[in-house]
């Protein structure tokens, strides 16, 4: 019996369990309302990340001579905060299909703010990563929950 494998057949007696797969099967083939949720409960995270000025811990401070720059026009010091980071605050957008959720900016500055790096007139300054995409442990938690009862036909 070399070489053999074990398998099982569902028979014709077993057509609750048969009906219970092709349930499964249906709703994991288009995720897309799942990903919706998700999308609308990942949006209100990024939000938080950005009230919070960081989480799970905080984005690194602003120098003195941008707080200074900021009071000088009338902006927030706050992190992230004010005309250009309510541009980027409120410009995340999400994308949701049967196989595919994206969440991201759409303004060209998120990716210095997201991961760091060099900036400005001959890339002289060096913005620290202040991750505003990402998952807290809460999230992670809610979003296997909320796919766990989306498959299982829970809503």
């Known amino acids: ?22 349930r ?7 995720l897309k309302p799942w990903f919706m949720d998700a999308a609308e409960y990942m949006i209100g995270s ?26 000088k026009a009338g902006q927030s010091p706050l992190i992230l905060h004010g005309r ?9 957008n999400t994308f949701a299909s049967r ?3 994206r969440i991201s900016p759409d303004k060209v500055y998120g990716r210095i703010h997201q991961l ?21 442990n809460e999230d992670e938690s809610y979003l296997e929950r909320s796919l766990r009862d989306y498959v299982a036909g829970a809503w």
Do not use: C, Y
């Open 24 to 30: 499964v099967q249906k709703r994991a083939e288009g």
């Open 1 to 22: 019996m070399a070489g053999k494998g074990v398998s099982f057949v569902l028979g014709k007696d077993d057509k609750k369990v048969r009906a219970a797969i092709k």
């Open 84 to 92: 250009v980071s309510a541009g980027l605050r409120h410009s995340v």
């Open 116 to 136: 760091g790096g060099k900036a400005g007139r001959g890339l002289s300054v060096t913005i620290p990563a202040r991750p505003f995409l990402m998952f807290q």
């Open 46 to 71: 990024v939000q938080r990340n950005f009230e919070a000025q960081g989480r799970p811990e905080r984005w690194e401070p602003l120098k003195p001579v941008t707080i200074e720059q900021k009071k």
């Open 99 to 101: 196989d595919e959720l």
